[in-house]
Nanobody, 122 residues
Framework: QVQLVESGGGLVQAGGSLRLSCAAS????????MGWFRQGPGKEREFVAAISWSGNTKYLADSVRGRFTISRDNAKSTSLLQMNNVKPEDTAIYFC???????????????WGQGTQVTVSS
């Protein structure tokens, strides 16, 4: 069992920055790959970023590469998504997820947080 709780969402101006946090509890956090996904209004859930259990491998969606950064702090059982130079298209509910191996496929993640809303104004 792994429990995930996102925080840090809110309203931000285009071009600004926001940092999302995902706090994990339950099983050993350090043994799980972590992913971030988002779902905009009327859209499918899409991949944003993922990081391996060691932190040595990171994946970023083309839409956020160069603007977003994923990291993790295993000592604090936390995954972070740093969002820089945000755009209105980034408006969505953001979810963190955990899986035993690194993947970009949402249907392969077995543990999910409740989501946090990010709204980017023009």
């Amino acid at each position: 069992q792994v429990q995930l709780v996102e925080s840090g969402g809110g309203l931000v101006q285009a071009g600004g920055s926001l940092r999302l946090s995902c706090a994990a509890s339950g099983r050993d956090f350090s043994m799980y790959a972590m992913g971030w996904f988002r779902q905009g209004p009327g859209k499918e859930r899409e991949f944003v970023a993922a990081i391996s259990w060691s932190g040595n491998t990171k994946y970023l969606a083309d839409s956020v590469r160069g603007r977003f950064t994923i990291s993790r702090d295993n000592a604090k059982s936390t995954s972070l998504l740093q969002m820089n130079n945000v755009k209105p298209e980034d408006t969505a509910i953001y979810f963190c997820a955990a899986h035993s191996r690194l993947t970009m496929k949402s249907n392969e993640y077995e543990y999910w947080g409740q989501g946090t809303q990010v709204t980017v104004s023009s």
